[in-house]
Each structure stands twice: as structure tokens, then as C-alpha cells.
């Protein structure tokens, strides 16, 4: 692969229609042991005759700019199940044109990754990151449990998806049901400011 190609089930998918024997090659970060063996021993077992799927490392904990170091020396795309890029990783993945992939289904993560292998991939939706915000306290408003937050950098919006975790590990993914800065509905709250989150379907 040249160095200065984009790693990513994509271009992998591009290069086997064109090709003969591939190597896909794979970093997995989990939440939970069981979750990495589970995943790693069933993605071992697609390689195939034109595509050979090597795993380069497995292993508990979020995705670190180690992880992203790794994937740039070994040419390999980044699978995280259930969670999420820690530190400065997004960013250096990006600048270094890594591909993390964020599943919290393993069917869906072999699903990808076959229709990959299989030279079949259909185009994906991209996540962009917006920002995070911290949970500083827990308070009740007619019965619904409303995160009081204070937002650690870039933004939070109203209107897009997002995540909760628990020491690096994502426990619900959802929508926001409601965001306010003090008494007032928000559309969207800047790094530096503090406000109330609620989400929906999680009490």
C-alpha cells in the first residue's frame, strides 16, 4: 500500500476489485475482554482467498494515540467496539488518514468488514466529532434525571446524536431530549459553558 494512501475499508474494498490476494490489517480496542475475543476470533475467521485479515492487536481500553501509532507502522484500520478515541487519537488519525471504525454491534462490524473483503462496500456515513462535555452533578426535574455538565471542548448540539461513557466506555447511545443553559432550551452550548442534558428513552 503506498504510504500516503488513505487506510480504510474503502480504498481496501477499491484495491481487491482490482487485484488478487489482499491483506486487510486490524486493530481492535473493546470495553470488555469477552467483546475483543468475541470479535477478534470471528473476524479471524473471514479471511478468505482473495483477502487475508491479520489482527495486529487486540486489547481492552479506549482507542490512544498508541493505537493510532500502531495503524500508521503497520498500514492497519482501527475497530473500536463500544469505545471511543481518547486524547488527542481523533486527531491524529485524521491527520495521519487512519480509519477508526465505532461499532457497538459485532454483526454489524462483520457485516462491514466482509462486504468489504468481498469488494462490495456500500458508501458510509462519517462521524464527525462536535465535542464533549463532562458530568459534574445528577439532579431530578419532575421525575426526569438531568445531567448538570460543564462543556470541556468544542460543542454540544441539540439536534445531534451522542454518547454517554463511563470510563471510556460508551453505556447509551442516543439523542439529546432536551438542553438548556440555566432555565433555557439551548440549540447548542460552547466549550467553557455549563448546561443541563437530558436524553431520551434514559433515565
Known sequence: IPSTAKVSLEELSKRIAESDQQELRVIIKGDVQGSVEALADALAKLSGEKVRLAIIHA???AITEGDINLAIAARAIIIGFNVRPAGKASSLAEEAKIEIRL???????LQDVRNAMEGL???TL???HLGNAEVRQIFKVKGVAVAGCYVTDGKIVRAAKIRLLRENAVVWDGRISSLKRFKDDAREVAEGFECGISLENFN
Open 103 to 109: 461499532y457497538s454491534i459485532i454483526y454489524d462490524t
Open 126 to 128: 462519517l462521524e464527525k
Open 121 to 123: 462496500l456500500p458508501p
Open 59 to 61: 486489547a481492552v481500553g
